[in-house]
C-alpha cells in the first residue's frame, strides 16, 4: 500500500521511541549503569533517519521485525561503546562476565521481537484504519455530489416574491369593456 500523506514522519518517529527507548531501558537495567544523554538522543536521530528511509512504503511482519532486532543489536553495541567511553580507564576491563552479556542480549531480543511485532502489527491496523477513514470520506463527498441531481431546482426567494406581487397586482387591472360575449337578451 502506498504511503498515507503525512504518516511517513509519524511512523518513522514510533518506530525509533519504540526501539530506542525499550534498548536503552533493557541496556541499563541489565548493565546497572546509566547511558550517557548524548547517546541515546544520537540513537533516536540515527533510528529515525533508518525509519524514514524505510516508511516509504507499509512492510510486512517479518520484515519490520527483522528491522528491529538489527537496529536492536546495533543499538546494543552502540550503548555499549557509550558506557565503556564513559567509565574511567581503569575500570576498562572486562567488568561484565558472560552470564550478565547472555541476559542482556536476551532482554536485547525478546524486546526487539516483541516490538517488531507489536509495530508490525499496529502499523497494519494503522493503515487499515486510514483507509477505511479514507473510503468513507470519499463516499460521503460521493453522496453529497449526487444529492442535487435529484432534487428539483430551487427558484430564488426574493424573483418567486416578485412574481406573486405581480399576479396579485394584475388581478385587479382586469378591464371588461365591449360588448359581452354571448348574447344578453
Sequence with gaps: ??????????????FAVVCVLLTAL??????????PWWSVAGALLAVYGCGWWLAAEERDVPSVTAVAVAVQAVLH?????????MQAPSAHSHTMTLAPMLGMFGVHLILALLSGLWLA????AAFQALTTAAHRIRTAFALVDAIPQFLPRLRHPRALQLRTTRRWRLVHAIVSRGPPGTVAV
Excluded: I, K, N, W
Excluded at 533493557?26 to 547511558?35: D, K, N, P, T, Y
Design 77 to 85: 553495541g552502540g550503548f555499549t561503546f557509550a558506557e565503556m567511553s
Design 121 to 124: 502489527y499496529g502499523e497494519r
Design 26 to 35: 533493557g541496556h541499563s537495567l541489565m548493565s546497572a549503569q546509566e547511558l
Design 1 to 14: 500500500m502506498a504511503e498515507v500523506a503525512g504518516t511517513r514522519a509519524v511512523r518513522a518517529a514510533v
